[in-house]
């Protein structure tokens, strides 16, 4: 079992300075990581002094960069600023590259007021089609995630439905898109995650290991102490014989014990999983 994690509470610490991505790397090593997750937003400046000094700090403490979580909008209306995501994820896919990330969390977009269905689903294949060609250059794996809300959004997802969701994986079956599936998310809109899961299992890169306090709700709590399944999806997982990254999404806000606590459960659930 390979462990990472993406430090959602630390985010706010992050984005304004308070504390660096050097901080967060150096934190990953002492909580027995084997990788860190890093946001887009952590990279305001991406010049090559910056990621010399990353690359740097991660050989010395030994941990590796895992996945950049990117807010892709393809369902922006303004077909100008859909054009800028694509850009705007092509560069941030050469950034994963250089910083010795292999996968890049792709999202599909926000549920922009006037987006009709049918044109958003279009604007995101084609937006994912280009991201891919780009992201196979520089062999970096594209993980699209089951999402909710992205740091810097003003609408929750567009493809928040697993309807929605499922038909734009559907529609790119022929590309080596990914799944980054989250354990959580799909309880905001009340709906089954082990239904969603086994449909998509077979595509999960990542596994995103999130929770919500309860269903219908978007209240994060510390993982383990909410309503995700997580000992099932584990067991699905293992019947899977899936061995790849499980990225703990720490965003219950309880400082250090917050992540220390939800590393052990994640461990110790983990290996008392039991194929279903």
Excluded at 38 to 57: A, G, L, M, N, Y
Excluded at 231 to 258: H, N, T, V
Aim: with cysteine.
């Amino acid at each position: 079992m390979k462990l990472s994690c993406l430090p959602v509470s630390l985010y706010d610490d992050i984005f304004t300075g308070k504390s660096t991505v050097a901080d967060w790397i150096r934190f990953g090593a002492e909580l027995g990581l084997d990788a860190v997750d890093f946001s887009i937003k952590f990279f305001p400046h991406r010049d090559e002094k910056t990621v010399h000094i990353v690359r740097t700090i991660l050989a010395k403490r030994g941990v590796e960069a895992c996945m950049l979580a990117c807010y892709s909008d393809f369902t922006h209306p303004d077909e100008t600023q859909r054009t800028q995501e694509l850009a705007n994820l092509k560069s941030d896919i050469a950034l994963a590259k250089s910083l010795g990330a292999k996968f890049v969390r792709v999202t599909a977009g926000q549920n922009h007021p006037g987006t009709e269905r049918e044109e958003g689903v279009r604007w995101v294949v084609d937006g994912f089609r280009h991201a891919l060609d780009e992201a196979d250059k520089h062999d970096i794996t594209l993980a699209y995630e089951n999402h909710t809300k992205g740091a810097p959004w003003q609408y929750w997802d567009f493809s928040q439905p697993s309807e929605i969701f499922l038909e734009i994986l559907d529609a790119l079956s022929d590309t080596p898109l990914g799944v980054c599936f989250d354990t959580a998310n799909p309880l905001v809109l009340s709906e089954d995650v082990l239904e969603l899961l086994d449909k998509v299992i077979t595509r999960v890169v990542v596994l995103h290991v999130f929770d919500m306090r309860e269903a219908g709700t978007f209240e994060p709590v510390r993982v383990g102490t909410g309503a995700s399944p997580i000992p099932q999806i584990f067991s699905r997982m293992q019947q899977a014989d899936y061995d790849g990254w499980l990225s703990i999404e720490e965003a219950s806000r309880q400082g250090q014990q917050g992540f220390e606590e939800a590393i052990q459960y994640v461990r110790q659930a983990w290996q008392q999983a039991l194929p279903a």
